[in-house]
């Protein structure tokens, strides 16, 4: 186990970790990024995550929960002063009891599962953070097997990404791609094993009502930018597109909630043709 550390004063490894809170790019460099909560931390353990260093409260006696995994986790420990540690943990000033610094995975899409039963999520070109965080939480609420974030768009592992994921992010299997290419590459390889994923967009004029397709049959469900919706490339490679009916004033939903409605529905048809 490494040996413990302190600091205590805002030097070049806390300027580091600070830097992880705003600048995508030094965490890409830096292949982490901070994670922060009970929950969080402890799903990054469960999930086999690589937990670089646990930095943790040096002036305060720690809950049973932060002592076992400064214990049991092979990562370094450090002791830092309260008044930086709150500036890591971003949230009102408070002190966090624990934050973790958390090594990103490989954006490989084959660590998205090749079940039969097969439900993933694409998101395209995403401008908030938390709209991925809060897709993602839903997919694996829903039993997705994966998201895919495809595009120029907001980075997973910002911290509100993460916040608002819940921990979803550790459980849930998320990959970034450059370009719908690579995807349409991807699904090909599935269908060519005999995995034939329908892909499915949502669209306030679809094909159907979201009720009346079978979300029973493999399905990789698309979801568009916030604000100008499924890109043109996007929409060449769509097989069908799914409408949710609304009542009341509301024209459409937000890219989040339109995700979560669809993959409720999913969830639902799954769980009743299993019966």
């Known amino acids: 186990m ?11 490894r806390f300027q580091q970790w600070e830097s992880l809170l705003g600048n995508r790019n030094k965490r890409a460099r830096a292949g982490e990024f901070l994670v ?20 943790h409260d040096g002036e305060r006696t720690l809950s049973r929960w932060a002592q076992n995994l400064l214990r049991t986790v092979d ?7 309260p008044e930086l540690l709150a500036d890591l943990g971003e949230k009102d000033g408070s002190v966090p009891e624990l934050v973790a610094v958390v090594g ?25 953070p938390g709209n991925v965080g809060s897709i993602i939480r839903s997919a694996d609420a829903f039993g997705a097997h994966g998201l895919i974030v495809s595009g120029h768009a907001a980075d997973v592992y910002d911290p509100k990404s993460v916040r608002a994921s819940t921990g979803s992010l550790f459980a849930l299997p998320t990959v970034r791609v450059p370009s719908p290419g690579h995807v349409g590459a991807w699904v090909e390889e599935r269908r060519a094993a005999g995995q034939p994923i329908a892909l499915v967009a949502t669209d306030e004029k679809g094909d159907c009502d979201v009720f009346d397709f079978d979300f029973t049959q493999p399905v990789l469900l698309l979801i568009g930018n916030e604000t100008s919706g499924l890109s043109n490339a996007w929409r060449e ?8 009916p609304m009542t009341g004033s509301a024209s459409s939903l937000n890219a989040a909630n339109a995700a979560t409605a669809v993959l409720y ?3 639902r048809q ?3 043709a299993k019966r």
Do not use: K
């Open 2 to 12: 490494p040996a413990l550390q302190r600091i205590t004063a805002r030097n070049a």
């Open 36 to 55: 922060q909560g009970v929950r969080p931390i402890s799903l990054a353990v469960e999930y086999g995550w690589p937990v670089r260093a646990l930095i």
């Open 75 to 81: 990562a370094e420990r450090i002791a830092m002063a």
């Open 104 to 128: 990103t995975p490989p954006d490989d899409l084959g660590r998205i599962g090749a079940d039969d039963d097969f439900l993933g999520v694409m998101f395209d070109r995403p401008t908030s």
């Open 237 to 244: 490679l769509c097989d069908h597109t799914v409408s949710i």
């Open 265 to 267: 529905e999913a969830h």
């Open 270 to 272: 799954r769980i009743t």
